[in-house]
């Protein structure tokens, strides 16, 4: 069988919708949008596609919401703010690289049901959103959205037994899911029972707030209390704050990329630093790969701390001779005459003199199609750089994740298309050197068995039926159901 070329080209294309998303809460504080909005600013790299937050006066009082398409600074402005106020908010910023990046997906959504009203905000992707949603239309469910957060808020609007929990219905979720919920009298968090995503309850003013990361909490001067238990649903209201644990419990299969590039440096995930996770990434990889260089250079910024511990560990000089322009934007229009890696060369500027004539190793923390990789030694290379051996702070990508986190089907996966050596020959650098699963989860300072690794060892931690979820796909495409007005549609929510 002939070997798939590596994929050459900067455009992603449209897949089913992921939700690499940021999630805030806060339950009794007089200034809860405001909150919500700083807490909001913090958590910006998880999702810039959209934002939202859904707020409330007290028990009983009703929901405001504002939702918008972009960053946090250009959804609200002080008006937005004023009018959402508040004791009670939550908040959520989405990321999606799909064809579903319209307004009507932006979260949080937010009924009126026979039960109250009910707002959700959900970071994660749930495995089984096909089939649980083809059962709910079948069962007489009309959708107002692609996205499979909101088979939550259907789930939770049916009737219920009196003797019933009405939070039994989360049973029927699987797959990963940090979830943030509004009520008529209470704000709930909860974890899936495998923890995939993070979520932390911290405290301010004697309020208490829940946040995809701990970096919100130093925004708001919030005190940090723990984090969320896999499985564990915290329910917030006016008596205080309590838990239940509805799900069977599982092993926690915590996103190790979370630590590798998603999370904030400045976060702490499992009381560990992720700054100090990375540059330990750092380290270990230059043990593994050690090299005789000049200079250490990273890929800003997500492989600046790696590079500091690789550079640390060999005694190289580190220098940042790429220059990240900021303020390029998701929205930034590619010139149909310019070079195909026009895109990756925008973002980054090279500074010659910090590696003319010099052995460089260029630290990135991850390989996904290999676009960014081989356009940085193209520019290492034009700049007069003698040698570039290009070292990866995280094992080989080999697998896509179903569980929240955007990664394209495998066959534009560079690592699962090619051996090392083609890789190398792809990007054009002089060595290549991944860091192994031992050494990523030494780094991390925990055991194996903590974490979920399927993108990198192929094991899933929960069953994912694709071939059942593209036909489900394929056939709510064919259908003219979905409104695209998205004027019309917020005024649903
Ligand atoms: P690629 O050019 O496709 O190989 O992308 C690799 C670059 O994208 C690296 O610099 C990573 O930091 C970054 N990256 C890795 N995973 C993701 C993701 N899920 N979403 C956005 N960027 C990512």
Redesign the pocket.
């Known amino acids: 069988m002939q070997r798939a070329q590596p994929p050459t080209t ?1 455009l992603q294309t449209p897949h089913t919708p992921s939700h ?1 998303c940021g999630v805030f809460a806060v339950f009794g504080h007089p200034e809860a949008a405001s909150l919500t909005y700083y807490g909001l600013f913090a958590l910006q790299h998880r999702g810039q596609e959209s934002a939202g937050i859904v707020s409330c006066a007290g028990s009983h009082a009703p929901f405001k919401a504002h939702r918008g398409m972009g960053l946090v600074s250009q959804v609200f402005a002080a008006k937005e703010l004023e009018m959402l106020g508040g004791t009670r908010a939550i908040g959520h910023v989405r ?1 999606s ?1 799909t064809g579903s990046s319209t307004l009507r997906n932006a979260q949080p959504f937010s009924v009126e049901t026979a039960r109250g009203q009910i707002a959700v905000a959900h970071n994660g992707n749930l495995v089984n959103a096909a089939a649980l949603r083809t059962e709910l239309e079948q069962e007489g469910s009309i959708f107002q959205t692609t996205a499979d957060s909101e088979i939550l808020l259907h789930l939770l609007a049916r009737p219920v037994m009196k003797q019933q929990n009405p939070l039994a219905c989360l049973r029927r979720l699987e797959g990963a899911f940090s979830i943030v919920l509004m009520g008529e009298k209470e704000i709930i968090g909860l974890r899936d029972p495998y923890g995939f995503r993070p979520l932390a309850l911290g405290k301010v003013d004697g309020a208490y707030v829940l946040a995809s990361e701990t970096c919100a909490f130093d925004l708001i001067k919030a005190e940090f209390i723990r984090e969320i238990e896999p499985g564990e649903v915290v329910i917030i209201d006016q008596n205080g704050i309590r838990s239940e644990f509805p799900f069977a419990v599982q092993n926690s299969a915590f996103c190790i ?1 979370e630590y590798v ?2 999370a904030r440096p400045d976060s702490k995930l499992h009381g560990q630093g992720v700054k100090s996770v990375r540059v330990r990434m750092g380290r270990e990889l230059a043990r593994l790969h050690p090299v005789e260089a000049d200079v250490v250079i990273p ?1 800003p910024d ?2 600046i701390y790696a590079a500091m511990g690789f550079a640390e560990e060999l005694k190289i000089p580190f220098d940042m001779a790429f220059v990240r322009n900021h303020y390029i934007g998701r929205t930034f229009i590619q010139p149909s005459q310019r070079s195909r890696d026009f895109n ?1 060369r925008v973002k980054l500027n090279l500074i010659e003199e910090a590696v003319k004539g010099k052995r460089v190793v260029v630290v ?10 081989r356009a940085r030694v193209i520019n290492l290379r034009e700049a007069g750089a003698k040698e570039v051996h290009m070292r990866i702070s995280c094992p080989p990508h080999k697998n896509p994740c179903h569980y929240g ?3 394209p089907d495998p066959e534009k996966l ?1 690592a699962n298309q090619c051996t090392m050596e083609e890789i190398r020959k792809y990007l054009g650098a002089d060595s290549i050197g991944y860091l192994s699963i031992e050494g990523m989860l030494a780094a991390t300072g925990g055991t194996g068995s903590r974490f979920c690794l399927a993108c990198f060892n192929g094991e899933y931690p929960v069953r994912y039926d694709a071939a059942f979820d593209k036909l489900i796909m394929e056939k709510q495409q064919k259908r003219p159901g979905l409104m695209d007005d998205d004027s019309a549609q917020q005024k649903l929510f």
């Open positions: 900067v690499e990321y690289t990329f590039y998603f890929v997500s492989g990756v990135d923390d991850s390989i996904v199609r290999g676009t960014t990789a986190i955007d990664f560079l």
